[in-house]
């Protein structure tokens, strides 16, 4: 799953950004239906979509990084 989503969010700019845009906000898959992906029924879930895309968030702003280090140039 962490590789699918790092993927999406890749090939995606449109949806990148809006990840990005959340900032060092926590991210919670709020559903009532899911206790792994999400925060569950009681709001006690695991939210492990949430944590990915926590995790994945961070990795463009590495990369957006680097360009601007690079003088615009992304490494490949």
């Known amino acids: 799953m962490r590789r699918a989503v790092a993927t999406k969010f890749r090939t995606h700019a449109d949806i990148r950004d809006i990840l990005l845009s959340t900032g060092d906000e ?8 899911d206790h792994y992906w999400g925060r569950g029924r009681a709001g006690t879930g695991k939210n492990m979509l949430g944590r990915i895309l926590m995790r994945t968030r961070g990795r463009p702003r590495v990369e957006l990084a680097e ?3 690079n003088h615009g140039r992304p490494r490949r």
């Open 26 to 33: 926590e991210i919670v898959e709020d559903t009532t239906t």
């Open 67 to 69: 360009a601007h280090k």
